[in-house]
């Protein structure tokens, strides 16, 4: 382009006008230099200084409020210490187990419900598909708190069933196979996701072929179809892993009153020793990082991997597998997992949330309205700190959303539209934070601010930095995606037209992506205010947030006052999330699809 | 081992809309290659389908050899890998996950073959198709054109009764199209296959075929010869889809037994064939192809000889097309060679065979209006 004026100018032959143009290139050259630099010193402040700081803490063995800030005695003593402690050796250990576990149920789940949502005619497929996508709505942490309710061994609801009916078995959430189980059936979706679309987008004819070639059904499925869409499930497994890794609230709840410490756990826990024990959860939570870094990569790797599914020169539906009368039995598979998943948690949170005393004697007791009133909710809304969390939850959103999505748009732009130089680095820097988990991000940020005085901690500040940098990976995806498609031709027509690079980003790029900015900073509002993993090391009473709070009831005891902030957690969320639909036209619900 | 393949009263009617295949009937002799022709959504594949026993019959009996495959009436349905036929598809359709020979090798190992006589088996096979080099490579590292021949070699390698190719070519360029499209029908005879064969181009189907149906909104329009096809297509769809561009309005002024006399718009007679539904007083479209119309002819005495006008000359090269004002209408001519003989606004004297000049009932629908 600037070549290009350059030599239309001289054709003219005004020395003016080409001396001017030389000059209004140098300051172009500034102007690139300048813009490149600025996200590069935002990228440092969020991820790479944060994430330093870090692996700094964790070569370090002194603490940095007692200390005081730069006093490192940096030895690499100090982390292999923190490998050969047993208690780390069994929270890696406990974190392998139940996320493998987990993960081989959730395999299970999604991938036969991908099969019977899109290669059988199981009536009602739309509803069973909707249903295999729900538990990505329900926040982890609820979630837990709710099957606590249900099977906790000695007063869960279920129990308390069977004990009516004097059968002796008993369910217990706290242990081991209650965490996988959980895990398996909340994480189901990553995996269903993935296997669903590949088969979706697979050439019924190369099954047909194998019908063809002589192979039955069943032989086909083993030796045609599932290796066809092994990246899908090899992607899906991965992903769940990793975020059954890094989650926090489930572990949290079901996993401290039975004693199954696992990696996020142990992490928060050292840093609530007294004294905290900060350069010991920054190194556990490297090794988190590196676990889940590890994972990420090969995740990538196997998407990026040439893909079997080759693209056929027609439009095709998927072949169809009639399945008789066993498709009442595969109906039933998705109304069990339904009722498994959302109907019987949300029964017992609204029981729990109500009823005066949780203890029920008797069928009758259940029924009997005299036992439920509002006295739960009343209770929670007499401490201040509960609407402070809710009107803290809610700014920290709505700055994360804003700024976020404004940065987010800065990257994706430098990145995907521009030449500048360094904006391959800016690119590797903004998706640093897709392998690292909300906890790992919050200790790092606690050891980034915390020793410095006046600085960020204490402030809302801290938290919506946090998300942001957490999540900017999802939000810069989201909005490539919509910058993607608007044609390069039409920025093009509007430079041929005399508009330069700012006014074009102003009067033809904004307002076509807008539909998708908006769509992304929704999304990032949603997932900001049900974050809990880096809310944990970053709050103080002043800027305390609603997931941190409902934990804290959870583990101060009080069932019926748990129960009563999940409701209004959920509803709130629920109604957050169909506004937001509302706006994005579904936009929203699809990225916390990608970015959960 | 090829078999005939019989169609009776075939019916497939999908949930919504027209049915697909409505009532054809048709028969393949053992070691023929059949090739239906028809535009997309005619209900060609459809049948192919029904056939392989991928798509379920509405009505109807379809046999292959002496077995009786489809026959909803009996409620009698055989499997597709029951059926002991080969099958090609348009997206080749072979798996990405395996190698050349894994690909060939799959249907035998269904069959229980020994491991031995597979190895002999896809070796064989693969020399056919010319690929005996590529065995041990993935077949994803191959080019649309080799993807389709080792497809081509895995529905052979189990010497099927009857091999169902579902446009083959047309997801290739256009180069390797003609090389494959003669490679097929040499590898299909030499084979002694009985085969099916479906697409949409006129060309690939004249080549390929000892005969040639031509289908229409689920309906078997004719089947014939390609040169009966040719030559003497059954109504103007047929003559229009495979290549007779040119239609006149006309009307009958008397008929003598194949052939009759035709008023052009101008006025002028004409002598055309015409088929015997057709009688004096009817108003009829005359089809003529491009390639028929012949130019400048000295002799005087010649039938359907008239004067034109070159309204328009498009020189293509090889071939010029000359638009002509004749007969009170369009005419197209080709006339192949690098020269053109006439500049635009000459005037020419056309002459049209009358064997090749048809008039067909004013009423039928043709392709191009």
Known sequence: ????????????????????????????????????????????????????????????????????????????????????????????????????????????????????????????????????????????????????????????????????????????????????????????????????????????????????????????????????????????????????????????????????????????????????????????????????????????????????????????????????????????????????????????????????????????????????????????????????????????????????????????????????????????????????????????????????????????????????????????????????????????????????MLGTIRTIVLPLARPGVISAMTLLFILAIRELGSSLFLYTSNTMVMAVLLLDYYEGGNVGITAAFSLVQTILLAVLIGVANLMSRGGAGDGIKQAN | MSAELKIENLRKQFSVGRPAIDDGSFRIEAGEIVVLLGPSGCGKTTTLRCVAGLEHPTDGRISIGHDIVSDPARKLLVPPRLRNVGMVFQSYAVWPHMTVAQNVAYPLKQRKVSSADIESKVAEVLEVVGLGEYAKRPVVSLSGGQMQRVALARSLVYKPQLLLLDEPLSNLDAKLRLRLRDDLRRIIKQTDVTALYVTHDQAEAVVLGDRIGVMRDGKLLQMASSVDLYNRPSDLFVANFTGASNTLGGKVIERNGDYGKVQAPSGQTLTAWMPPSVKAGEAVKIAVRPENVQLGVDATSVPNRFAAKVAAQHYQGVQTIYELSALGGKLEALELGTHPRYADGADVDIVIPPSLCWAFPADEKAVIE
């Not at chain 1, 149920?105 to 739309?126: E, N, Q, Y």
């Not at chain 1, 088969?199 to 059904?217: K, T």
């Not at chain 1, 083993?222 to 090899?234: D, K, M, N």
């Not at chain 1, 990145?415 to 200790?443: E, F, H, M, Q, S």
Request: glycine letters at 8%; proline letters at 5%; hydrophobic letters at 55%.
């Open chain 1, 1 to 500: 382009m600037a070549a290009d004026t350059t030599a239309l100018a001289s054709t003219i032959g005004a020395a003016g006008t080409e001396a001017e143009g030389v000059r209004r290139e140098r300051w172009r050259t500034i102007g690139r230099m300048v813009w490149s630099t600025l996200l590069l010193l935002i990228l440092t402040f969020l991820v790479v200084y944060p994430v330093a700081m870090l692996l700094l803490g964790a070569l370090t063995n002194t603490n940095p409020v007692v200390d005081g800030f730069g006093a490192f005695h940096l030895s690499l003593k100090n982390f292999t210490t923190v490998l050969e402690n047993p208690n780390v050796h069994l929270a890696l250990f406990n974190s392998m187990v139940a996320c493998g576990g987990g993960t081989a149920l959730a395999v299970l789940i999604g991938l036969t419900f991908s099969w019977i949502v899109v290669r059988t005619d199981t009536p009602f497929k739309g509803f069973i598909s909707a249903v295999s996508m729900i538990p990505l709505f329900v926040p982890p942490l609820v979630a837990a708190v709710a099957w606590s309710i249900l099977a906790s061994p000695k007063s869960g609801l279920i129990n308390t069933f069977l004990k009516w009916f004097d059968i002796d078995w008993r369910f217990d959430v706290y242990t081991m196979g209650g965490l996988i189980v959980i895990f398996g059936i909340y994480y189901a979706p990553y995996v269903y996701m993935f296997t669903a679309s590949a088969l979706r987008n697979m050439d019924p004819s190369l099954e047909e072929a194998a019908e063809i070639s002589g192979a039955s059904a069943t032989k086909t499925l083993f030796t045609i179809t599932f290796p066809l869409i092994a990246p899908a499930i090899i992607s899906g497994t991965l992903l769940s892993f990793v975020v059954m890794l890094g989650i926090y609230g489930i572990p949290a709840v079901l996993g401290t009153p039975g004693d199954v410490p696992v990696l996020t756990t142990y992490i928060f826990k050292l840093t609530n020793w007294s004294p905290p024990l900060y350069s010991t959860a920054a190194s556990v939570a490297i090794i988190l990082m590196i676990v889940t870094g590890f994972l990420v990569w090969l995740q990538q790797r196997v998407i990026s991997a040439k893909s079997y599914i080759t693209v056929a020169g027609k439009a095709f539906r998927p072949g169809v597998t009639r399945l008789g009368h066993w498709r009442y039995f595969t109906l039933g598979l998705a109304v069990i997992y339904l009722f498994v998943v959302v109907i019987l948690p949300t029964l017992a949170i609204v029981v729990a949330a109500f009823r005066k005393f949780l203890f029920i004697r008797n069928v009758a007791s259940l029924f009997d309205m005299k036992q439920y009133s509002l006295i739960h909710f009343e209770r929670l809304f007499e401490n201040p700190l509960a609407m402070r969390s809710i009107w803290n939850t809610m700014e920290v959103g709505v700055v994360t959303a804003l700024v976020g999505g404004v940065f987010a748009f800065a990257i994706g732009y430098t990145v995907n539209r521009t030449n500048l130089g360094g904006r391959k680095v800016i690119d590797v820097i903004a998706t640093i934070p897709v392998a690292i988990p909300g906890l790992v991000i919050g200790v790092a940020y606690l050891w980034a601010w915390i020793g410095l005085p006046g600085g960020l901690y204490g402030t809302i500040w801290i938290l919506a930095l946090a998300f942001i940098a957490r999540f900017m990976p999802d939000t810069i995806k989201a909005l490539s995606t919509s910058l993607l498609q608007i044609h390069r031709e039409l920025e093009e027509a509007a430079w041929i037209c005399g508009k330069g």
